[in-house]
């Protein structure tokens, strides 16, 4: 990487990412200036609002972004509060502060405990494992209580915060940091995991991270969130009580998160505020207050439904979005190069073996591969080898068994029978994260790039490496791909595919398996694509086997060719050999009629 842009990405990245800092200065001295004005009343309502909403910022990240489910929040509260409360009581060392921080990891432990069902239960079933959760931590809290409140003993605010006024520029202050710390972890690695898991598991580990510490990363540092929340109110209110947390009350909570857009940090703040002020009005207007819960339950229900929330729907309002438009805008756009490329391509050029290329050790050794699925042998008795740097097409009729092989070389079907080898290393109970962090890469043949990212997050973090602005723009121009800056939601799924391939490729495997990744592109892309796929074992190093339907586009690119056919292999090897092969051509009859 040349010096002189690694310092231009510093720089510029330095200067972008001051004003969250800024934001939250001035969030601290706006804060200051309420403790000096708010009278007494609202003092103590808003740091209720600021309480929910470091509590609420926590929901964002395991149900927001990671898209769990979680319905014990105030179970995590509650474990930060009694930690603070028996901190204050056996005058631990340190201060509220010290105590507040020490409520935090204790929840964040508790919830990597409540977080291991959710490596294998969702939906429902998680619901019910955390609500039960919280009904039996309800039913011991109300048992065994807070430290101290048998006896009276209130909970020590630090001596600088000790009124209520004070008390709420210390919320503030707790607030701006939690704000600032989830906005760097949302940006960061965890944060990509957190918006992978949520879309695709199969997605994530293909792209070398571990869905079970992606998902218990969002348990731990929504419960951390949690435990302060806990912790601040037992500030709060010195005698905390059972009754401030119950299951009832973390669900309404929930619903609370989903309905503000959680993952969003002022919408979090928006969904504390709301946590308040709704049943601060009921009771002005002297409605019972239980029915707060019915109007969250029908805003709930709303967001549910409707799959916008409040929160996007404020913030597009008030920021009017345009990205949307400008990313699809590129889409179309190839680099200038393209179309020579393609025109140099076109359908009469064939790819021909590079018989040095083949002299090379092998990438991937494949022996006696077998699959069953009950009575159907979707794989048999597979072998073939594929050297280092080069191109093999994989290609048979509809069913012929071309996904399954993906599956089983990349680790998602371990019950396969036969020897696959990457490089020397042989395979045999490697998970699919492993396998893609040794270096071979996959790709979907559906849709598997998570919306939430934006193009350069997703690039990052399939990539796993240091990766400079540059690079990173470069492999997206290589494939005439949107701005890392443009969202994938606003992507279509075509393009979308296109990213994952790039991405994949900046990973720098030694194998990379691309599952039809022209499906969704129109024929000049096609042609472009081709032009791009040839170029990359010179570029990038990286071997290729590429699953393909369209034959022209094989035809260019592939030199080797494997052909399957209810799952045993026809014929493997140069391009024009197979092609000409006579079963080849049986098997393709009335499939297509490209085999001239
Ligand atoms: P291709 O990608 O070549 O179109 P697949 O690998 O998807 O073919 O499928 C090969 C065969 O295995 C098909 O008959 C398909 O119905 C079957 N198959 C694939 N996945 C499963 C599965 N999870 N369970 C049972 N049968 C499957
Ligand atoms: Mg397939």
């Known amino acids: 990487m040349p010096h002189a842009d690694r310092t231009r990405f510093t720089e510029s990245r330095g200067y972008r990412l001051s004003w969250p800092f800024v934001v939250a200065a001035a969030a601290i001295g706006v804060g200051y200036l309420l403790s000096v004005g708010l009278n007494g009343y609202f003092v103590f309502l808003a740091i209720s609002a600021i309480i929910a909403s470091i509590a609420i910022l926590g929901l964002g990240i395991v149900t927001g972004s990671a898209g769990m489910i979680a319905l014990c929040q105030l179970t995590f509260a509650a474990i930060g509060a009694w930690i603070v409360s ?41 619901a019910v494992v955390t609500l039960g959760f919280a009904a039996a931590a309800d039913v011991t809290l109300v048992q065994i209580q807070f430290p101290g409140s048998a006896d009276g003993i209130a ?60 998902k218990l990363s969002a348990f731990a540092v929504s419960a951390a969130l949690g435990g302060i929340a806990g912790g601040l109110l037992a500030g709060q209110v010195q005698l905390p009580l059972a009754a401030s947390f119950t ?17 969003l940090i002022d919408m979090a703040i928006l969904g504390g505020i709301l946590w308040v002020l ?60 393209a179309g020579a490329d393609a025109a140099a391509i076109t359908t009469t050029t064939t790819a021909t073996v590079d018989e040095a290329a083949l002299d090379g050790a092998p990438v991937l050794t494949v022996e006696g591969l077998t699959v069953q699925f009950g009575a159907l042998k979707a794989l048999d008795d597979v072998s073939f080898q594929v050297p280092a740097a080069s191109i093999m097409g994989l290609i048979g009729p509809n069913g012929a068994g071309k996904s399954t092989f993906v599956d089983a070389i990349s680790g998602f079907l371990p019950k396969h029978g036969g020897r696959v080898l990457l490089g020397d290393r042989d395979l045999a109970g490697l998970s699919p994260t492993r396998r893609a962090r040794l270096g071979l890469r996959r790709t979907f043949q559906q849709d598997r790039v998570p919306p939430a ?29 949107p701005p890392a800056r443009a969202r994938l939601s606003s992507v279509d799924v075509g393009t979308r595919r296109l990213v994952e391939v790039a991405a994949n490729v900046v990973s ?41 339907h369209d034959l022209d586009l094989v035809r260019s ?30 098997a393709y009859m009335g499939e297509t009629e490209l085999l001239k």
Not at 177 to 200: D, E, I, M
Not at 509 to 525: F, K, N, T, V
Not at 568 to 579: H, I, T, W, Y
């Open 278 to 337: 709704v049943p601060e009005l009921l009771k002005r207007w002297e409605v019972d207050q239980n029915w707060g819960f019915v109007v969250f339950g029908i805003l709930g229900v709303q967001a549910l439904t409707s799959g916008t929330n409040l929160g996007q729907t404020v913030r597009d309002l008030i920021w009017k979005r345009t990205d949307r438009k400008t990313a699809n805008a590129t889409l179309s756009a190839l680099p200038p190069d």
């Open 155 to 214: 909970v020590e605010r630090p001596e600088l915060f000790s009124n209520d006024r004070q008390f709420f520029f210390l919320a503030v202050i707790v607030l701006a940091v939690c704000a600032l710390a989830v906005f760097f972890l949302q940006r960061g690695r965890w944060g990509s995991s957190w918006k992978a898991v949520a879309f695709s598991e199969r997605g994530t580990a293909a792209s070398g991270q571990s869905v079970q510490s992606a």
């Open 86 to 126: 028996l901190l204050s009581v056996i005058h631990a060392p340190g201060g509220f502060v010290v105590w507040l921080l020490a409520g935090g990891i204790a929840a964040g432990l508790a919830g990597i405990l409540v977080g291991l069902p959710a490596l294998r239960l969702r939906g429902v079933n998680l």
């Open 508 to 548: 720098r495997p030694r194998l990379l398996i691309l599952d039809e990744p022209a499906a969704g592109l129109s024929h000049d892309e096609h042609l472009a694509l081709a032009a791009r796929l040839r170029e990359l074992p010179t570029r990038y190093g990286v071997a290729l086997i590429i699953i393909e």
């Open 453 to 481: 990212l934006t193009v350069g997050a997703y690039v990052r973090f399939v990539a796993r490496r240091r990766l400079a602005a540059s690079d990173i723009d470069e492999v997206l121009e290589f494939f005439g791909c």
């Open 247 to 263: 299951p009832l009350q973390s669900l309404a909570l929930y619903v609370l998160a989903i309905m503000s857009g959680a993952h």
């Open 557 to 586: 690119v592939c030199p080797t060719l494997t052909v399957l056919d209810f799952g045993r292999v026809l014929a493997s090897g140069p391009q024009a050999e197979v092609l000409a092969n006579p079963d080849v051509v049986k």
